[in-house]
């Protein structure tokens, strides 16, 4: 059992991770080894304390180059369940089960809506993980909604399972398969009454399909672990970023606003000294 497991690589999760490492805490860090798609496509970084009017690119190369003089890994596995219970956790990465005592959610926000219909049908055709679901889809025709490139080595896995794949990328797609079909078009709402149906498009168009794959960057924490508390869409967190779950904590954008670099490093910080406070009790 670790003593905590890290949910996210952007600057909260980094600064997370540091602060463990030098308190010599047994943890897993799961994330992308790119860091963050948010960092990267900053233009222009002008308000973080001593690096100013650096560009996204060179922070990112900093934040890259600090992790590895760290000694820090990322392990690249995308989270898609976490579970509460008898006070410890137990997360769900690519279809393997993590244990650990603590939790630090630093997960972002999920900048798109979700479609009408997703929360309902959620496990009864909607699956936000290809490789712990997709094997349920073999040999049938599927939905995949994905906002970022990182996650088309999963289409391509769907491919591979279902009959026929109705892609529906947010970005120019890399995805070359016969039973592929890529559209602009965009998914608005998921059909079904005890499982999925159809999806309708942005064009009114319905189309039949028997479950749908949402390939994002972030999960609503409501849906990444049931009962945590949230308002307005962001986890509520005391001053030690401490959720309402014994051992879970939260830093970054997920605990709302203001989106910004600095603001995710320090509560960063705070979090992994509550994880710290938390284990010596």
């Given at each position: 059992?670790?003593?905590?497991?890290?949910?996210?690589?952007?600057p909260?999760?980094?600064?997370?991770?540091?602060?463990?490492?030098?308190?010599?805490?047994?943890?897993?860090w799961?994330?992308?080894?790119?860091?963050?798609?948010?960092?990267?496509?900053?233009?222009?970084?002008?308000?973080?304390?001593?690096?100013?009017?650096?560009?996204?690119?060179?922070?990112?190369?900093r934040?890259?180059?600090h992790?590895?003089?760290?000694?820090?890994?990322?392990?690249?596995?995308?989270?898609?369940?976490?579970?509460?219970?008898?006070?410890?956790?137990?997360?769900?990465?690519?279809?393997?089960?993590?244990?650990?005592?603590?939790?630090?959610l630093?997960?972002?926000?999920?900048?798109?809506?979700?479609?009408?219909?997703e929360?309902?049908?959620?496990?009864?055709?909607?699956?936000?993980?290809?490789?712990?679901?997709?094997?349920?889809?073999?040999?049938?025709?599927?939905?995949?909604?994905?906002?970022?490139?990182?996650?088309?080595?999963?289409?391509?896995?769907?491919?591979?399972?279902?009959s026929?794949?109705?892609?529906?990328?947010?970005?120019?797609?890399?995805?070359?398969?016969?039973?592929?079909?890529?559209?602009?078009?965009?998914?608005t709402?998921?059909?079904?009454?005890?499982?999925?149906?159809?999806?309708?498009?942005?064009?009114?168009?319905?189309?039949?399909?028997?479950?749908?794959?949402?390939?994002?960057?972030?999960?609503?924490?409501?849906?990444?672990?049931?009962?945590?508390?949230?308002?307005?869409?962001?986890?509520?967190?005391?001053?030690?970023?401490?959720t309402?779950?014994?051992?879970?904590?939260?830093?970054?954008?997920?605990?709302?606003?203001?989106?910004?670099?600095?603001?995710?490093?320090?509560?960063?910080?705070?979090?992994?000294?509550?994880v710290?406070?938390?284990?010596?009790?």
């Amino acid at each position: 059992m670790y003593d905590c497991i890290i949910i996210g690589s952007g600057p909260g999760g980094l600064s997370a991770a540091l602060n463990l490492k030098t308190y010599r805490k047994d943890f897993i860090w799961f994330g992308s080894k790119d860091l963050s798609d948010k960092v990267m496509k900053a233009e222009k970084i002008a308000n973080y304390p001593g690096l100013p009017e650096m560009s996204g690119t060179k922070f990112l190369e900093r934040l890259q180059a600090h992790m590895e003089n760290a000694g820090l890994e990322i392990t690249e596995k995308t989270v898609t369940n976490v579970v509460y219970s008898g006070g410890r956790f137990m997360v769900l990465a690519d279809n393997e089960f993590y244990e650990a005592k603590t939790v630090i959610l630093a997960i972002g926000v999920v900048a798109a809506k979700l479609m009408e219909g997703e929360e309902r049908l959620l496990g009864k055709g909607v699956s936000y993980c290809a490789t712990c679901d997709g094997m349920l889809y073999a040999g049938k025709r599927i939905a995949v909604v994905c906002n970022a490139p990182k996650f088309e080595h999963e289409v391509e896995y769907l491919a591979d399972l279902a009959s026929e794949v109705l892609y529906y990328p947010t970005f120019e797609s890399r995805v070359e398969r016969e039973n592929v079909t890529i559209s602009r078009d965009v998914p608005t709402k998921i059909q079904g009454e005890k499982r999925v149906t159809s999806v309708t498009l942005q064009s009114k168009t319905t189309v039949p399909v028997d479950g749908v794959f949402c390939l994002r960057n972030a999960i609503v924490p409501t849906k990444l672990i049931p009962g945590i508390r949230v308002e307005d869409a962001h986890v509520v967190v005391d001053r030690q970023m401490a959720t309402n779950l014994p051992g879970c904590f939260a830093a970054g954008d997920c605990t709302g606003r203001p989106y910004q670099f600095a603001k995710a490093v320090g509560e960063g910080n705070v979090a992994a000294h509550g994880v710290i406070s938390f284990l010596a009790t």
